[in-house]
């Protein structure tokens, strides 16, 4: 019984996607309530927006399906819709609106609806042909250069003593996959032979990187101690700083085009709405004072 509730409700979903909002021009009361609960009201607007917001499906499906529904049908779908503003009222008539941890997610998600509304309304606008692609890449080369990075493993162990020990066992073995696979206390990077990917200047923590940058690449570096533990340390290879072509930049350049629509955008923006900061607050944000800057 429950699964056909389910089904009904997700076909009546895909369903209502077949009404627009001319199909309202029609109603004389376009505004007045189908569905009361306590205090929440909902019209056929909003109604079909939700199901609309949900569904995502094919609205000539859904005109299809639609025309196939009965009353009883359409009745059980907003019955659901009343059993779920039912929770929503007697949540209120607790306060629970008034919690500040609800308030705080309920006044977020709604920023987030109204962000993606407006990027949804003005990335239209947006050109993102060959020819645009092409023209930014080569007005902003120097953003798309790979960095000089190194291919790097490491076993974490918790002590020195620890590290050590682990060094002893690969002079025996020279296996230092297997030896990070066994006893590296870093559960990402252990499953993969404590590969640590490229990692370029700025990824890692100071005694991490100084020592990737002085290793000899094949031999074994360490132990070096970080607020992490102690590190053997392996460097399979450098890579030299490149600068890439329009090819190899990839789906790079669609993203940099992007994020420079919405800095223009939002640069924009600023000079309407006026955006003020209390810099004395946010140093004692929540009574935890802000550490002083380091020299």
């Not at 940058?213 to 399979?236: C, R």
């Amino acid at each position: 019984m429950f699964a056909k509730k389910i089904i009904r409700l997700v076909i009546f979903t895909v369903l209502i996607m077949a009404f627009t909002l001319p199909a309202f021009a029609a109603d004389s009361s376009p505004n007045k309530p189908i569905l009361t609960v306590g205090s929440s009201t909902m019209n056929a607007q909003e109604i079909f927006q939700m199901l609309v917001s949900s569904a995502g499906g094919n609205e000539m499906m859904a005109a299809m399906i639609l025309s196939q529904s009965t009353l009883e049908e359409r009745t059980a779908l907003v019955q659901q819709m009343a059993d779920a503003l039912v929770f929503a009222e007697a949540a209120k008539a607790l306060g629970y609106d008034k919690n500040p941890d609800i308030a705080m997610q309920i006044k977020w998600q709604t920023t987030q609806l109204l962000v993606q509304a407006y990027f949804n309304a003005i990335s239209t606008k947006w050109d993102f042909s060959d020819t645009a692609l092409r023209k930014y890449y080569n007005a902003h080369k120097e953003e798309f250069v790979q960095a000089p990075a190194s291919r790097t493993r490491h076993i974490l162990s918790h002590t020195q003593q620890d590290s050590m020990n682990v060094a002893m066992k690969l002079l025996e073995t020279g296996d230092f996959e297997a030896a990070a696979l066994e006893y590296s206390r870093d559960p990402n990077s252990a499953r993969n032979g404590g590969d640590l990917g490229w990692v370029e200047k700025g990824m890692l923590v100071g005694p991490v990187e100084d020592a990737i940058e002085s290793a000899v690449p094949g031999s074994v570096t360490g132990p070096v101690q970080s607020d992490f533990g102690w590190h053997l340390i392996k460097v399979e290879e450098r890579r030299p700083e490149k600068q890439l072509s329009f090819e190899e930049a990839g789906d790079e350049v669609p993203q940099r085009l992007q994020r420079y629509y919405i800095d223009q955008e939002i640069q924009k923006l600023r000079k309407d709405f006026t955006v003020t900061v209390d810099t004395e607050a946010l140093e004692n944000l929540g009574g935890v004072p802000a550490p002083a800057p380091s020299k």
